[in-house]
């Protein structure tokens, strides 16, 4: 099996979570025989893969889930979802930090149309797999999406840092 890993462009400039989950998974794979790739979009045909597996809801993602979607690839999204408004409501940070949450929320959970690239992503994917059962509520809240496309995949601990 060919699995193509995606996510937004700019992703490792600064590494942080999201980036560590997706070096991890695909170690996980790639031990247990899966051929995992990086997307690289200067060599990489997303049609020559029999999966993509998108990390992250960003906008920036939304052209390749359609992509994959268009040839009939099936569209594992790694959700890595949270809502921007709550953290604006209810946060203590400054009034101009806290309206730039909420106009980033708005503009991309909604658009001109009514549909934004958010919900395009998670309309078009195959499979949600937020990393807990409180981020998969979110997701059906959030965007109406059905219990049966999500399967909770819960972020693990590296066993150096386990002491018993």
């Not at 020559?48 to 597996?53: A, E, I, L, P, Y």
Request: aromatic share 12%.
């Amino acid at each position: 099996m060919k699995v193509l890993f995606t996510t937004y462009p700019t992703a490792f400039q600064f590494k942080g979570g999201g980036e560590l989950i997706l070096e991890k998974i695909q170690d996980r794979l790639q031990k247990k025989g899966v051929d995992v790739k990086l997307f690289d979009m200067w060599k990489d045909k997303i049609a020559d893969f029999d999966v993509v597996h998108n990390f992250g809801v960003f906008s920036d993602t939304a052209s390749i889930v359609d992509f994959a979607k268009a040839y009939k690839v099936p569209v594992a999204v790694h959700t890595i979802y949270w809502p921007q408004a709550e953290a604006a409501i209810k946060g203590d940070l400054p009034f101009r930090q806290r309206l730039k949450k909420l106009a980033y929320n708005y503009t991309n959970k909604y658009n001109l149309f009514g549909i934004s690239k958010m919900r395009r992503i998670v309309d078009t994917a195959d499979l949600l797999c937020p990393n807990s059962e409180i981020e998969a509520q979110m997701l059906m809240k959030e965007f109406k999406c059905k219990r049966e496309k999500i399967h909770v995949i819960p972020d693990g601990v590296e066993h150096h840092f386990y002491k018993p």
